[in-house]
């Protein structure tokens, strides 16, 4: 299957600082990225679909200004937690599919803790 | 509008005994369906899918699930569980074109020796 590389696999920051995550397709083109947060034995929310491009789609009660997502290019997306708090803890996964498929596949996932 | 309901959010099995894990579905238009798994601070990997065609969809490390119209269900199946397959299964629904896809709220299996 295809692969989808996402960093840093875990990440330490203070408050109030700001962290960025990458999603890197490959060994495909993709399209589309979907950022996801899993909170401790919840599921997956989406947070928001990107396409290459165009402005990230946010889902209703995520807020785009503290969650920038950029997909600049067709391999790389990247996810920026801004003025980070505690709350914001948690497993951060992205995923990513090209124009064909009718799956995405997902990167290892980041585990963000702020302190 | 879809939403995905995972019966039981934990599940134990002997090693060698068939693996059920229980997902029903609703959506509005024909559902493709997921199954993934997630290993510890892992992200998801995919196990199988059902998009069209044929009911009975196979997948990897021998899991199976059948898609049920009638009782819009999706089932994952194993006949014999092996110590590796201990790990959170979720269930997923999209459309066509893998767009809004919801995720099931995960069953967690224990393989017990």
């Known amino acids: 299957g295809a692969v989808v590389s996402q960093h840093p696999s875990r990440v330490i920051c203070k408050s109030g600082t700001s962290v960025k995550i990458e999603c890197r397709s490959l060994?495909?083109?993709?399209?589309?990225m979907f950022w996801y947060r899993q909170f401790p034995k919840q599921s997956l929310m989406l947070m928001a679909t990107?396409?290459?491009?165009?402005?990230?789609?946010?889902e209703q009660g995520v807020e785009k200004d503290k969650f920038l997502i950029n997909h600049a290019s067709l391999t790389l997306s990247t996810l920026t937690v801004t003025s980070a708090h505690p709350e914001d803890s948690s497993f951060y996964i992205c995923?990513?599919?090209?124009?064909?498929?009718?799956?995405?596949?997902f990167g290892q996932g980041t585990r963000l803790t702020v302190v | 509008a879809q939403s995905v309901t995972q019966l039981g959010s934990h599940v134990s099995v002997s090693e060698g005994a068939l693996v059920l894990l229980r997902c029903n579905y609703s959506?509005?238009?024909?559902?493709?369906l997921f199954w993934y798994v997630q290993y510890p601070n892992q992200g998801l990997q995919l196990l199988l899918k059902?998009?069209?065609?044929?009911?009975l969809v196979k997948g990897i490390n021998g899991f199976e699930a059948e898609f049920k119209k009638s009782e819009t269900s999706f089932h994952l199946t194993k006949p014999s569980a092996h110590m590796s397959d201990a790990a959170e299964y979720f269930c997923?629904?999209?459309?066509?074109?893998?767009?809004?896809?919801?995720f099931g709220i995960g069953t967690k299996l224990q393989v017990i020796p």
């Open positions: 060994d495909f083109q993709a399209t589309t």
């Open positions: 059902y998009t069209t065609g044929a009911t």
């Open positions: 959506s509005s238009v024909p559902p493709y």
């Open positions: 997923a629904v999209g459309t066509g074109g893998y767009q809004k896809v919801t």
């Open positions: 995923s990513a599919k090209d124009r064909r498929n009718t799956e995405a596949f």
């Open positions: 990107s396409n290459e491009g165009s402005k990230a789609t946010y």
